[in-house]
């Protein structure tokens, strides 16, 4: 009788709720992000809906801003941010790494329940009213003008935020302290470089986003001048301080779907990554200069030509590692032996949809061109190829790739092949028209808009249609395969890392012995399994 | 002309249009060839590399450096490329007005306000004359809005609590979109209006049509009065104020030591805030009005200290 696996060692709600094992924390994350990606689904469909004709005929001027708005705030800070990291990244870290828990398991598991407590206020804030002010919360319109819960909603995401530092804390110190024995730096998978640099952005950055709540909320409640100028205060203040947070805040939800891309595809094509260093100090090099692109969202509000200038050249160079990770990943594919597993197609899907993301990136890191298309549909097809044809697909890629260890079971491969491509199609066609609309002139949250931009927006909400359908479908045939699906073995890709070197689902504390690591990662071929790594 | 060639796109009617278009253009190229070249990989890639096909995988690229130096430096080139071209054209669009007719706009939820020099004021619409720079002069009431005129690739935010100077001209007659970009509140959407520009002699016949108007300086100079600013701001007053004729567009020596310029905005600016830049040798006695005036009383206030710029002190 082996030791029993972690969903079987104990059955009470008790021993899930104040758990400290590291997969269960991660099970219990996926269960809350589900819960919130629905929400934020919901909002989208709405929105679509209601934008399939120029006139407004489902909802009023009010609830419409109140629906992109809860739309924006629950996919950011809610979906987005904690996605990879806190599922993905909570259950594989510790196992890639070969350590039996993450440092701080008490911590971790704060982490969720500070999570739980700004979600649940945040949601308060929905049901009670709902927010007008937009995800980003411009001043003075959110101090002064809103009649909303802004104060409600911004308790909520201050609360989330320390959710978000503390598992980047955990993670630091888990990648520095637990690593196996043999495992050096650049024996680690990419996946475990990706989420360190996205880690180092959750501690530096998240305490801007606090600092910055906190003084909304002293304007809006007592009255300081801070951002208002009609009390002294200064709107771009605000500006500045917001996107020093949230444009760090993109990569931490980028950085985490292009680790995941680089375990799919190298395992896929059964070879070792291209230029391994080079995607490893990528991903650190865009943590780095990404702090130092945040005017760019600020072209047009005034700012000096100059800064204006250096914000653009920053942005510029901030697509050179991007661009340095794309390459990398399509020069993996030459020479190898291909399989197109469901995994697989979500991370051919990401490269592709990542790819037109930075692409219309630069078109808005050039300054002439943003002044034409920034606070336009154009925007928001770009930042939704990047996040959610970028990280959504990553995620889902990630979550077909590791399902069989997480749950010990097998899913259908035809269902999950099927959900990938109508992913791919229906994403396109819901973007792509916007990318036109954004070109043409319409702005970004109109509720009504002129009759000529009817054609693209009816494209776009019946691509909506085609992918709320593919987001619902691995609901079913995993949920299915929870119940019924075949027994996973312990290794279903013949991969090397150390995660799938033991059982599926993996025992209480991953490991039966210690792993020692002795060369390094994605040494996939032949000669492979002949090899084993768990010493 | 190639500028139809780009899909869906009305070619922009302002004298930097063609600009921003062909900088469009150039990346609509750069970003077809390099997803061009990515798609036909993954297609060659797939096609040829799939497991089980029996191909060539001998003599993988093992040294990895010199394409990484090469891509990299590839990127760094075409990106730097683009930065400067994108630099260019922006500083041609964002350029210091030098328009001499200049038009105020006052921002409020949910409506452009728009005053003619004349006196001519309309709502949600602008008319101006076609190949002849406007000046506008821009102002919220009160939270942040973005002056958005597609067809003539221009935007700028009017935050609250400063003017803002753009200069807008468009090359061909007609009507285009006027948006407001950046997010207000419930009627966002409906902050929309037109640019109406206009053959010179159509305009010069519309501004007539308006009707007998008070220009914005005499109404300034009622509110002046109105306001009490008179009071001090004269030549036989007993409160040592500076005078204000002659004063526009001139150097003031500050207090401090430093000096600005009495533009637009410092005149607002001591208004409203009066004791921040104190002109030298005087007194900072001077209430703020800030509260008490709104953004269309202040600008026919500026409009008519800048009527006094040619009367002598």
Not at chain 1, 222 to 229: K, N, S, T
Not at chain 1, 259 to 286: M, T
Not at chain 1, 360 to 368: E, N, V
Not at chain 1, 382 to 390: D, E, N, S
């Amino acid at each position: 009788m082996t030791e029993p696996d972690y969903l079987n060692s104990a059955y009470t709600l008790r021993s899930w709720f104040f758990t400290t094992d590291h997969k269960r924390i991660a099970i219990l994350y996926f269960a809350t992000l589900i819960g919130f990606f629905f929400i934020g689904g919901a909002a989208a469909t709405a929105i679509r809906i209601e934008l399939a004709t120029p006139q407004a005929d489902l909802v009023s001027s009010d609830t419409y801003n109140r629906l992109f708005t809860m739309h924006g705030v629950i996919m950011v800070w809610f979906f987005l941010i904690p996605s990879i990291p806190n599922t993905l990244g909570n259950f594989i870290v510790p196992l890639m790494i070969g350590a039996r828990d993450l440092a701080f398991p008490r911590l971790n598991l704060m982490s969720w329940y500070l999570f739980i407590a700004g979600g649940s206020v945040t949601l308060f804030a929905i049901l009670a009213g709902g927010i007008d002010t937009g995800w980003t919360f411009y001043t003075p319109f959110s101090t002064l003008y809103s009649n909303s819960y802004v104060i409600v909603a911004v308790t909520g995401i201050f609360i989330a935020g320390f959710s978000s530092i503390l598992t980047g804390l955990n993670f630091i110190a888990t990648v520095h302290r637990l690593r196996a024995p043999g495992l050096t730096w650049y024996r680690l998978p990419l996946f475990i470089w990706s989420l360190y640099a996205t880690s180092v952005i959750l501690v530096l950055a998240t305490p801007v986003l606090a600092i910055t709540l906190v003084l909304l909320a002293t304007e809006r409640f007592l009255g300081v001048g801070i951002f208002d100028p009609r009390i002294g205060g200064d709107p771009l203040l605000f500006q500045h301080l917001f996107w020093f947070y949230s444009h760090p805040a993109v990569y931490i939800m980028i950085l985490p779907g292009m680790g995941v891309v680089n375990e799919l595809i190298s395992c896929f094509s059964r070879k070792p990554v291209f230029g391994y260093k080079f995607v490893a100090w990528a991903s650190l090099a865009i943590a780095a200069v990404g702090f130092l692109v945040w005017g760019h969202h600020m072209f047009v509000s005034g700012q000096s030509l100059l800064a204006s200038l250096v914000f653009s050249f920053m942005s510029f160079i901030v697509a050179v590692p991007s661009a340095i990770k794309v390459f990398n990943w399509t020069a993996t594919l030459h020479k190898g032996s291909l399989r197109f597993d469901a995994p697989m197609l979500y991370a051919l899907a990401f490269l592709g949809l990542f790819t037109i993301g930075g692409l219309t990136g630069l078109f808005l890191a050039c300054l002439a061109f943003d002044v034409h298309a920034t606070d336009t549909y154009f925007v928001v097809a770009h930042f939704h190829y990047i996040m959610v044809g970028g990280m959504v697909t990553a995620y889902f890629g990630g979550l077909h790739y590791w399902w069989p260890k997480i749950t010990g079971r097998l899913y259908s491969e035809y269902w999950a092949r099927t959900a990938a491509v109508l992913i791919f199609f229906g994403f396109n066609l819901t973007f792509f028209p916007q990318f036109v609309l954004g070109a043409e002139g319409m702005p970004r949250r109109y509720h009504v808009y002129p009759p000529e931009f009817q054609v693209w927006n009816v494209l776009s909400s019946g691509g909506a249609t085609i992918l709320a359908a593919a987001y619902l479908l691995p609901m079913f045939y995993l949920g299915y395969s929870l119940f019924f699906g075949r027994r996973a073995p312990a290794n279903p890709w013949d991969a090397p890392g150390l995660e799938w070197q033991t059982p599926s689902p993996p025992p209480e504390f991953n490991f039966e012995s210690q792993p020692v690591v002795t060369r390094a990662p994605y040494q996939y071929g032949p000669d492979f399994a002949a090899e084993p790594q768990n010493a | 002309m190639w500028r139809q060639w780009i899909p869906f796109w009305r070619p922009g009617v302002s004298p930097y249009g063609g600009d921003v278009d062909l900088l469009f253009a150039g990346l609509l190229l750069a970003s077809a060839l390099v997803l061009g070249l990515l798609f036909f990989l993954l297609i060659v890639f797939c096609v040829r590399y799939r497991a089980g096909n029996p191909t060539d995988r001998g003599h993988r690229v093992k040294k990895s450096w010199h394409w990484e130096v090469g891509w990299t430096s590839a990127s760094l080139v075409i990106f730097l490329l683009l930065f400067v071209w994108g630099s260019s054209v922006y500083l041609e669009i964002y350029q210091k007005p030098q328009g001499e007719l200049s038009v105020f706009v006052v921002a409020k939820q949910w409506m452009w306000k728009v005053q003619h020099p004349g006196g001519q004021s309309e709502i949600n619409s602008l008319h101006m004359p076609v190949n002849r720079p406007v000046r506008l002069v821009m102002a919220s009431q009160d939270v942040i809005h973005s002056f958005f005129i597609p067809a003539l690739r221009l935007k700028h935010d009017v935050v609250p609590g400063r003017y803002q100077s753009l200069e807008v001209e468009a090359v061909t007659a007609g009507h285009y979109h006027l948006f407001c970009a950046e997010y207000c509140g419930t009627d966002h959407s409906g902050m929309i209006g037109e640019i109406v520009a206009m053959e010179p002699a159509d305009y010069a016949k519309w501004l007539n049509d308006q009707g007998p108007a008070n220009s914005l300086a005499r109404e300034g100079g009622a509110l002046f009065r109105e306001l009490g600013c008179s009071g001090c701001h004269a030549a036989n007053s007993s409160v040592h104020a500076p005078l204000l004729e002659g004063l526009y567009g001139k150097p003031v020596p500050l207090s401090d030591g430093s000096t600005v310029t009495a533009d637009d905005k410092y005149i607002r600016d001591s208004i409203l805030l009066p004791r921040s830049q104190v002109a030298a040798g005087y007194q900072p006695v001077m209430p703020s009005f800030e509260g008490k005036v709104s953004e269309d009383q202040l600008l026919r206030l500026v409009t008519y200290i800048k009527s006094l710029a040619d009367r002598a002190p």
